[in-house]
């Protein structure tokens, strides 16, 4: 099963947040995204719910969620759609991160680039320049 457009920017937007944070989650919320990563396709709606849950994870949610938006809602640079392939890695990438016992550490020790990419030059993109 491959995610939805908004579900990959969801997802993409949660993993940012968290290479972002200073400090770990609480133990609560820890144990919250450990549930959510063994059930990603299913829960992955839960993610903004969790994210408004902690000021800091929202703000840096909400930053990087506005990073995959368009520009004032014009048709230019828009959230690089992942073919199936690239939304099996997204959902691996973080199921693994979610998982984690510690999932600010390990979004910050393995970060995972190809998430919220902007197309704003496809030939920088596809030479790892955009």
Do not use: C, W
Not at 54 to 76: I, M, R
Not at 108 to 120: E, F, K, M, S
Request: no cysteine; glycine share 8%.
């Amino acid at each position: 099963m491959s995610f939805n457009p908004q579900q990959e920017k969801i997802l993409a937007a949660f993993v940012t947040a968290l290479e972002k944070l200073d400090e770990s989650l609480p133990l609560g919320l820890q144990k919250q995204l450990n549930a959510i990563g063994q059930n990603l396709e299913a829960r992955v709606v839960e993610l903004p719910t969790i994210a408004a849950s902690l000021p800091s994870l929202n703000q840096a949610y909400q930053v990087a969620l506005g990073d995959t938006q368009t520009d004032k809602g014009e048709h230019g640079a828009t959230l690089v759609s992942m073919n199936q392939d690239g939304s099996a890695k997204l959902r691996e990438h973080a199921a693994q991160i979610l998982t984690d016992s510690d999932p600010v550490q390990a979004a910050q020790r393995n970060p995972y680039r190809g998430l919220g990419q902007i197309a704003t030059n496809p030939f920088k993109r596809f030479f790892g320049r955009g």
